[in-house]
Structures are given as structure tokens and as C-alpha cells.
């Protein structure tokens, strides 16, 4: 290589030398941010049912993960007709204790958060609505029966000041939202942001996020109220499912369903106990009913429904036992009927059973138990015969003559593919048609039967 060459070449390497040392000083001072830092997480969960335990669970969950996640928010997509006030204090004190900012959104539009969906949304870091959907009607209601004006007082009263305690210091319209609880008034999603019951509206959830990016919001997770600006612009959101647990035991919350297999798991029990050794119905009845009491203990309920139900399974197991004609089984039916109306204490249409539903399920029920006591009592009317008793009448076949001698027998018949010991009046030959008219211990009484045997 000429001299010329290799200084030429001796420049190029010193600039690229100098090219990565500068890159390298450049990396250290300002290192590149992770993906993260520039698309902020929020956790996203989806409401859609009657407020109840299980609801109040799933948004727990949904809070705990989003703080353990470090989100920049928990978005809650709610569409409730309502539901249970204690399952309501707890998702409003989960939500009020987050250390991640809450957002409540009524969504999509054509739905409501009434009643205690209205506790909860109010309760919001960020309380938002979709066009076309509702809020309000939060009145208080005493399950199962009509409170005189003092309880109904006290109710209005307790329930008010809940709200107050926490709508205060959200900065929203107090005295509206009273108004709500004790005039069960209910607002449309502009007339919630007009009169300050909302902090916005919004299309969709991306709009929402954006619409919130540099939003200051009120926190009180620390007790006192706080300020915290949001930023959520083009936010990564990650949808929370229901667990397999919640699916199932959401699935069985839903009371009629708890009835079907009450009623339906009663009627396999009774239907073993009409048939014993069957195994199956009974196994399965008590797989069904045990269901069905774990459902109902996720719900209120009438202690004088229960006793109804109960007299009904005693008035049963009665008619088993003595033959009353069906009187006592239509008495238990009668007691099932009451017992399932009146079952749940339902705040709200919604947690309700459906009349439909329960007097459809009497009357199956009454009709097949009608037939097993037909069965029950044709039974009790044909004598149980067994041995010898069950013979007479029957004709057979002498396997060797038979004759009387000292009133002793002395031959043998086959009947019924058995062999017997046989005795006769007249002398019978071998291989000849007989018929049992009679036994006396174990030895059949037989005569000559001219038709031939089969």
C-alpha cells in the first residue's frame, strides 16, 4: 500500500472512532425511555349486572391489580339497574381507597347506573357518561316490605349522608345528588354535566382517555383531598376478564337460576325416595340443591319464605309415608308456591324471581308428583307376592308322574324355568301340563291341565 493510501485510511478509521465515542456520550446523557414511560397502562374492567357480592368482588379484584400493575388509572365501564346497599358501600370504599385514580364511565349509550349505580359513580376520581344514558333514582328501598315514615326516614337520612360524605369532597352537586336519594329524581348524561353531578361526556373510551390527559382530579385515598393531574393520552388499555369463579358464581346469583335448581334438585331427591337404589336422581338432586343453597346465601332472603319451602319438603315426605290421596302433597305444593314467590328480598326488579318462572316450576312440580303417587298407590293396591303365593295360577310341566300317596309328593313340575315339589289330587303322567291351584308350605298343589304348555 502507498504512503499516500494509508493516511487516507488512517483518517477514516480516527472520524469513525470519533463518531462512536461521540454516540456513546450521547446514549449516557440522554438514555432512550422505555416504551412504557411514553404510552401510560390503564386497567380496564366492564360491570354490566345487578349490584350484588359478586359485582362488589370483581371491582375489588380490578382495584387491587390496578395497583398492583402501578396504572395510570382504573377506567370501570359500569351499566347497573342496581342492586344491594352493603354490596354498594363496599365497592365505594374500595374506590375511595384506591391508590390508582378510578374512573367510573356509563357506557355505551342506552345504558343507566341507576340506583346504587348512582352511589358508585358519584364516588369516582373521574365521573363520566356516553350520550344516551342515565343516572339518578337512588332511593333507598327496604326489602320485602313497605316501611312506616319513621324507618323511612331513617333510610333516607343514612343514605343521604353516605353520599354526602364523599360527593362533598369530589366537588359536585351535593344538593342534586340528594335529590336523587330522596325524590328518586334522574338525570340524563347532559343534565348530569350541566348541573355538575358528572365531570364529562364522552363518545368512547378513547376519547374519554384523551379528553382526561392533563386533568386535574380531587384523590382522597390519604384521607384528606388531594390534587394529581392525569396523563392518559393514547394509553395502553389492558381489559381485566372475570375469573372462572366469577363467572360461575355470577352465573348462579342470578335467582331465578338458584330456583330452577332448588326445585328441580327437590324433585330428583323425592323422586329416589319414590324409587330407592336409583342413585342418580338422589346424587344429582343433592349436587343441585346444595348449588342452589350457595346461591341463595350470595342473596337476601325471607326467613318465612324458608319456612314455607320447609314445610313443603316435611308435607312431601308425609305423603310418602301415609296415603292421604295426594291431600298432603298439594298442601306441600301450595307451600312451595308461596315460598318461592316470596323467596328474595329484591331491592330492585332485577334481583327479583320472576312469577313466571316460580308458578311455571310449581306446577311441573305438582304434576309429577302427582304421577309418582298414582304409581305410589297402584303399587299399595297390588299385593307384593313372592314364593309359592306367586305361582298359583301359573301353569307348568311334570317332570315325573305325579300322584298322592299318604299326602306326601312324590313328583316334580317345572314352572317359571323353577323346579318344585308337587302334589295332586289325580294321578299325573310325565311330560303332561300342570296348573298350581294351591301350595301348602313349599310344596305347590297342582291338577291336570289339558292345554298344552308353551
Known amino acids: ?15 469513525a472512532a470519533l463518531g462512536i465515542v461521540s454516540a456513546a456520550l450521547s446514549l449516557a446523557a440522554n438514555p432512550p425511555a422505555p416504551p412504557e414511560a411514553s404510552q401510560p397502562l390503564v386497567d380496564k374492567v366492564e360491570i354490566r349486572d345487578t349490584i350484588q357480592p359478586i359485582s362488589a368482588g370483581r371491582l375489588i379484584r380490578a382495584i387491587d391489580q390496578a395497583n398492583r400493575d402501578h396504572a395510570a388509572a382504573l377506567l370501570v365501564e359500569l351499566d347497573t339497574p342496581g342492586g344491594l346497599l352493603d354490596s354498594t358501600r363496599q365497592m365505594v370504599g374500595a374506590i375511595l381507597g384506591s391508590k390508582v385514580p378510578v374512573v367510573i364511565y356509563v357506557a355505551p349509550a342506552g345504558v343507566r347506573a341507576a340506583s346504587a349505580g348512582f352511589f358508585i359513580l358519584e364516588s369516582a376520581d373521574v365521573a363520566a357518561m356516553a350520550p344516551g344514558t342515565n343516572t339518578g333514582a337512588a332511593h333507598p328501598v327496604l326489602e320485602g316490605s313497605t316501611p312506616d315514615p319513621v324507618m323511612k326516614m331513617k333510610m333516607e337520612n343514612d343514605a343521604a349522608a353516605f353520599l354526602r360524605s364523599y360527593a362533598t369532597r369530589r366537588g359536585r352537586n351535593v344538593e342534586l345528588a340528594e335529590s336523587a336519594v330522596r325524590e328518586s329524581k334522574s338525570f340524563s348524561d347532559d343534565e348530569a354535566l350541566a348541573q355538575h353531578l358528572i365531570d364529562l361526556t364522552a363518545p368512547d373510551e378513547t376519547q374519554l382517555l384523551n379528553d382526561l390527559d392533563g386533568r386535574k382530579i380531587t384523590r382522597l385515598n390519604q384521607g384528606d383531598a388531594t390534587s394529581e393531574t392525569l396523563h392518559l393520552r393514547n394509553a395502553r388499555i389492558v381489559t381485566l376478564q372475570p375469573t372462572i ?6 352465573y348462579l346469583s342470578n335467582p331465578n337460576i338458584a330456583l330452577m335448581l332448588l326445585v328441580g334438585g327437590a324433585l330428583l331427591i323425592y323422586l329416589e325416595f319414590n324409587v330407592p337404589g336409583t342413585i342418580v336422581p338422589g346424587a344429582l338432586g343433592t349436587v343441585m340443591v346444595l348449588l342452589a343453597v350457595f346461591a341463595l346465601d350470595l342473596l337476601p332472603i325471607r326467613h318465612t319464605a324458608v319456612l314455607f319451602l320447609f314445610a313443603a319438603a316435611v308435607l312431601l315426605v308425609l305423603e310418602l309415608k ?4 295426594g291431600i298432603l302433597a298439594l298442601a306441600g305444593t301450595v307451600c312451595l308456591a308461596f315460598g318461592t314467590l316470596t323467596l328474595i ?11 313466571a318462572i316460580a308458578i311455571s316450576l310449581c306446577i311441573a312440580f305438582a304434576v309429577i308428583t302427582l304421577i309418582l303417587l298414582r304409581f305410589a ?6 299385593k307384593a307376592l313372592t314364593g309359592p303365593a306367586a305361582l298359583v295360577g301359573s301353569l307348568g310341566t311334570a317332570m315325573e308322574p305325579i300322584w298322592t300317596r299318604n299326602t306326601l309328593p312324590i313328583g316334580r313340575i317345572l314352572v317359571q324355568g323353577e ?6 289330587s289325580a294321578p299325573v303322567p310325565e311330560k303332561e301340563s300342570v296348573r298350581v291351584v294351591g301350595f301348602h308350605e313349599d310344596v305347590l298343589e297342582v291338577v291336570h291341565d289339558e292345554m298344552p304348555v308353551a
Open 377 to 382: 298407590l297402584a303399587a299399595r293396591r297390588n
Open 245 to 250: 369463579r366469577e363467572e360461575v358464581l355470577g
Open 419 to 424: 323346579i318344585w315339589q308337587a302334589t295332586a
Open 345 to 355: 328480598d329484591a331491592p330492585i326488579p332485577e334481583m327479583a324471581i320472576q312469577p
Open 1 to 15: 500500500m502507498s504512503a499516500p493510501s494509508f493516511s487516507v485510511f488512517r483518517k477514516f478509521l480516527g472520524l
Open 322 to 325: 301415609f296415603a292421604s290421596h
